[in-house]
């Protein structure tokens, strides 16, 4: 009877590491083809990243030619109809604190 045990407790080791064989296989392919997803999307969220950066330059130049003190002055005087203040019409207020 011991004999039957000792062979079985043998056998069921070799048929447990005879199965754990294909999971493992299974389970490496599951973890490569989740690898190669995240891949894919890293990626892609490169290239959206290129694209907002691009993006962001332009608005930036954008920005720069808009608050330009030239263009600001020019819309003032000729759209606005604005004009540089003389120093007669300069009031200055003075607050004193406590």
């Known amino acids: 009877m011991k004999q039957k045990k000792t062979g079985f407790a ?13 999971c ?3 389970l ?9 997803n995240i891949e894919k999307e890293v990626a892609e969220l490169e290239i959206v990243q290129k694209d907002l950066i691009e993006k962001n ?5 954008d920005i720069s030619v808009l608050s330009s003190s030239e263009r600001i002055e020019k819309i003032a005087v000729e759209e606005l109809g ?9 009031v200055r207020v003075s607050i004193k604190g406590k």
């Open 57 to 61: 330059k332009a608005l930036v130049t």
């Open 82 to 90: 604005m004009r540089k203040a003389t120093s007669d019409e300069i």
């Open 24 to 26: 493992f296989l299974v």
């Open 10 to 22: 043998k056998n069921l080791g070799i048929y447990l590491l005879t199965l754990s064989i294909p």
């Open 28 to 36: 490496g392919m599951a973890q490569s083809r989740q690898y190669m």
